[in-house]
Each structure stands twice: as structure tokens, then as C-alpha cells.
């Protein structure tokens, strides 16, 4: 028999077989429940039960996402049907800007200076006799460093034995007990 022809499936309607769905089970071949258990669910009342808040695990994207996705795919679906034919063609200028004038007598300038040095003829120079001219001090300055080398080397060459000892007289006593007692009761 061909499926694919429903006409002959009506014509032999007698050979048609429809599916049908599975007779339940017998009572006896159901599972047996254990009594306590039967008991408790015979008993069972909804009242007794907790109020519990949900929470949705899976989160939805928000509209701001759900917007950005849309504009993306119509994005990407607008440059997958682009027609290039539709494009005009254009010739591409090259723009080289030349320098100015300053520019180019400035770099001349610079090159020239640079070809001079380059190409000297050391030949043409003449000679030159180079005179150092010394300048020594007058007297008067030679004899202040020397009082000041002398004075110097006096302190730094000093010898401490030769001094004589001397006794130290305080000037400022302090004042006794009895003077600070008096000092305090008065």
C-alpha cells in the first residue's frame, strides 16, 4: 500500500489501519502503595502547607537587549543582501601637497651649507700663529694670599701645649638652699 496516495487509502478503508493508543493497566498490575503512606495522602490538606517564593533561575534579556539584537541582525542582514551593483564609481585624487617657497629655499639653504662643509679645501687656508696671553696677578694680590695661607696654616699647624692653664671664676652663682627656702615663704 502507498502512504503517499490518500485516494487509495480511502478505497481500502477496510485495510487501513489507524493506530490506537495502549489499554491502561489492570488494577492488579498497578504498584501497590505502602499503607502509612496511602494513609498520609488520604489525609493531606493544602492548608497545612508553607507559603514559598519562587525565584526564576533564568533570567529573559531585558528590552534594551532584545532591541540592540534586533538592530544588529537587521545590520548583519542588510550588508548580507547589499547589491554592489547599486555602487557609482569614483576616481580616487591623491592630494601630495608641495611645500612653499620658504620651505624649499630653506632646505636649499641647509644643503648648500652641508656641501660647503663636506667639500672644503683645507689648501686655501693660511696659517695662524696662536699667542696665549697669560695674566698673572699684580703684588697686591699675591701678599693678601699669602697673609691668608699664613693665617692658615697658624691654625691649622697651632700647637695647644704651649698654653698656660688658667682658673675659671663663675660670675653668676646660685643661689643656696636657704635663699630658695626664703624665696618661697615670702
Do not use: Y
Not at 630653506?106 to 689648501?123: M, R
Amino acid at each position: 500500500m502507498d502512504w503517499s496516495r490518500p485516494s487509495q487509502c480511502i478505497d481500502q478503508m477496510s485495510s487501513c489501519a489507524v493506530p490506537v493508543a495502549p489499554a491502561p493497566p489492570a488494577l492488579k498490575d498497578l504498584p501497590k502503595v505502602a499503607g502509612d503512606l496511602k494513609s498520609e495522602l488520604e489525609g493531606f490538606s493544602s492548608s497545612k502547607l508553607k507559603n514559598a517564593e519562587t525565584q526564576e533561575k533564568i533570567v529573559l534579556p531585558s528590552a534594551e537587549d532584545l532591541a540592540a539584537e534586533k538592530t544588529e541582525k537587521a545590520l548583519i542582514e542588510g550588508i548580507a543582501k547589499f547589491d554592489p551593483a547599486k555602487l557609482k564609481h569614483t576616481e580616487t585624487q591623491e592630494k601630495n601637497p608641495l611645500p612653499d617657497k620658504d620651505a624649499v629655499q630653506q632646505e636649499k639653504t641647509h644643503q648648500n651649507l652641508l656641501s660647503g662643509v663636506e667639500h672644503f679645501d683645507k689648501t686655501t687656508m693660511k696659517h695662524a700663529q696662536t699667542s696665549e696671553k697669560i695674566i698673572l696677578p699684580n703684588t697686591e694680590v699675591i701678599e693678601q694670599e699669602k697673609a691668608q695661607s699664613n693665617l692658615l696654616s697658624g691654625i691649622e699647624n697651632f700647637d695647644s701645649t704651649k698654653l698656660k692653664h688658667a682658673e675659671t671664676q663663675e660670675k653668676n652663682p646660685l643661689p643656696t638652699k636657704e635663699v630658695i627656702d626664703q624665696e618661697k615663704s615670702a
